[in-house]
């Protein structure tokens, strides 16, 4: 099939874009407002983008408290969301009023960053703590701005949990990472790890 997506004419239940770029990782954001109040999402439009300097963004559908709280402050956490944590992640999503503790709504402990005053789960297995470089709206291919907002943060900092890690690495398969798959599917990235080596020149 084929479609032109100006027209979204897919003819299926449910808009498939999302699903075929999957999986996608979760950043589960912390920020903390100019009014002291504690802020925690999980974004599905999350990724690292360099390695140096260490890069991550996440992509914010309209103004949210997020993007809000790290436009004002310039600073924001990501934490990593296991499978044991994954109820408490849909939790913290929930649509409710700027100012609302989403932490202490899902039952998870905040804590403050070593570096940055912004707060990150102390029940995930890793954590990175992140300065704004930039934030972008980008533009549709006519020039007009989209709905989204990309905050693009430096890795200043991290956190990892040694129980998961092995040999010097972390492993994945203790991680367990979630990742969005589309739809309301959800995957399990530590249920199948194997490891591939890049062909040599």
């Known amino acids: 099939m084929f479609y032109p997506t100006d027209t979204n004419a897919h003819g ?5 874009f999302k699903a075929i770029v999957a999986p996608r990782p979760i950043g589960w954001i912390g920020t903390k407002g ?3 109040s504690l802020n925690l999402s999980p974004y599905s439009f999350f990724n690292a983008i360099s390695d140096n300097p260490k890069l991550v963004l996440f992509s914010s559908s309209g103004r949210k408290h997020s993007l809000k709280n ?19 992640m849909n939790t913290s999503s929930a649509p409710v009023e700027y ?3 989403e932490f202490q709504l899902a039952g998870l402990t905040p804590r403050m960053g070593e570096i940055i005053e912004a707060p990150f789960v102390a029940e995930a297995y890793a954590a990175l703590e992140c ?9 549709r291919v ?15 900092g991290i956190h990892i949990d040694e129980n998961i890690i092995r040999d010097g690495r972390i492993d994945m398969g203790l991680a367990r990472p979630i990742a969005r798959m589309g739809y309301m599917d959800y995957a399990d990235g530590g249920s199948d790890v194997f490891q591939l080596m890049r062909p040599k020149a």
């Open 12 to 16: 299926l239940a449910h808009d498939p």
């Open 34 to 36: 100019r009014d002291g």
């Open 70 to 88: 790290a436009e004002e402050t310039g600073q924001f956490t990501a934490s990593l969301v296991s499978r044991h944590l994954v109820d408490k």
């Open 99 to 101: 100012g609302v503790d």
């Open 131 to 139: 300065r704004v470089t930039e934030i972008l709206c980008p533009k």
């Open 142 to 156: 006519d020039g007009t701005p989209s709905e989204s907002y990309v905050v693009f943060g430096q890795v200043v």
